[in-house]
């Protein structure tokens, strides 16, 4: 782990010191540097990308955004050490790895709050009274909170079939690092096992792990699903993910950077919607195409309703992971998803 660790620290300090080897532009450059969780091509990537090129634009090249993919600085984890202190002004902190320092950002990862249709709980994800719990949560950690959205459905990749949660028993199945996926998973009678992101294939292809859950556009891009042979579609929960900053990097911009900042923000937050469900879409085909005899299930309603009763006493696990300011979020999200 330590060697891990140092590994990846040893990796960011010769990337920045490459790029402060760049030659002089003869005038003043600012640099954000921007750490994301996912590879290029990514939804991840999609809104970073997106991010610099508004920004680059609109400052006229005066602030240049270089943005990390998932390995070059590491795992989520390392992102989030980056962020914290300083190495990195931006990182996208997904609530599950970042459950294990902010326990409340968990209410994202409980299965069936969210509803099936997903207008509802884009709207929700992004209501005010959301994002104002966030942003207290975050300060409070040292961090600033920017966005907050979905990725998409979570599917789930397994090699045997999984209808009811009586075919998860015993199922070593990949979850990310925060401890309320692990309760999660056990409500359904699997083995839970968390694992970084860059080990999900090689842990599905050593047969250390039996399935794993993610967004399709994931389940593509990182090829989950060459290495299992059910990819079915429960609607228990997206895959969200949430933009933090370094709260210094914000309060020493001018205010027409914060402006500018806070403008694209709000674009971006409309803008990933349809880059994630256009990704989600075109990468369901390009799975389809190349592996034919993958089993796509979709669960029936009688099947998603065994898994929420299943699911629904994890709320209590939760609360008493993130004492009562997460219930205090787990309602306002309740809240939220029943606004017309
Ligand atoms: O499963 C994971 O660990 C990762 N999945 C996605 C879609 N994004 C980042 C996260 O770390």
Not at 97 to 119: M, N, R, T
Not at 241 to 265: G, L
Request: charged residues 25%; contains cysteine.
């Amino acid at each position: 782990m330590r060697t891990l660790r140092d590994l990846a620290l040893g990796l960011c300090l010769l990337v920045l010191a490459c790029e402060q080897g760049a030659p002089p532009t003869g005038r003043e450059v600012e640099l954000w540097r921007f750490a994301i969780e996912e590879t290029p091509g990514s939804v991840q990537d999609a809104y970073a990308q997106r991010f610099k090129a508004l920004v680059e634009e609109r400052t006229q090249g005066r602030v240049r955004v270089i943005v990390y993919p998932y390995g070059t600085l590491g795992t989520s984890d390392h992102i989030l050490e980056q962020l914290h202190n300083g190495t990195v002004q931006l990182a996208t902190a997904s609530p599950g790895h970042l459950g294990k320092l902010i326990p409340e950002v968990q209410a994202f990862l409980l299965h069936f709050v969210l509803s099936e249709d997903e207008e509802r709980n884009e709207r929700a994800l992004a209501s005010a009274p959301v994002r104002d719990m966030m942003q207290q949560l975050y300060a409070e950690k040292g961090l600033r909170f920017v966005s907050l959205f979905s990725e998409g459905w979570m599917a789930w990749t397994t090699r045997e079939a999984v209808h009811t949660p009586e075919d998860f028993e015993g199922m070593k199945f990949r979850v990310m690092t925060s401890p309320l996926l692990i309760a999660a998973y056990s409500a359904y009678g699997a083995s839970p096992t968390p694992l970084p992101y860059a080990q999900v294939y090689s842990g599905l292809q050593l047969r250390m792990i039996d399935g794993q859950v993610n967004p399709v556009f994931a389940i593509q891009e990182m090829s989950f699903y060459e290495v299992t042979d059910y990819l079915t579609f429960p609607r228990h929960a997206a895959f969200v993910t949430t933009v933090a900053a370094t709260p210094r990097f914000y309060a020493s911009m001018s205010p027409e950077h914060q402006r500018m900042f806070d403008a694209i923000i709000e674009q971006l937050r409309n803008e990933i919607v349809q880059v994630q469900r256009r990704f989600n879409r075109e990468r369901l085909d390009i799975i389809r195409e190349r592996k034919p005899d993958l089993h796509i299930v979709e669960l029936s309603a009688e099947e998603r309703q065994r898994f929420a009763e299943r699911a629904r006493p994890v709320r209590e696990t939760y609360v008493q992971l993130a004492g009562e300011r997460g219930a205090r979020l787990l309602r306002v999200l309740d809240d939220a998803m029943q606004a017309p």
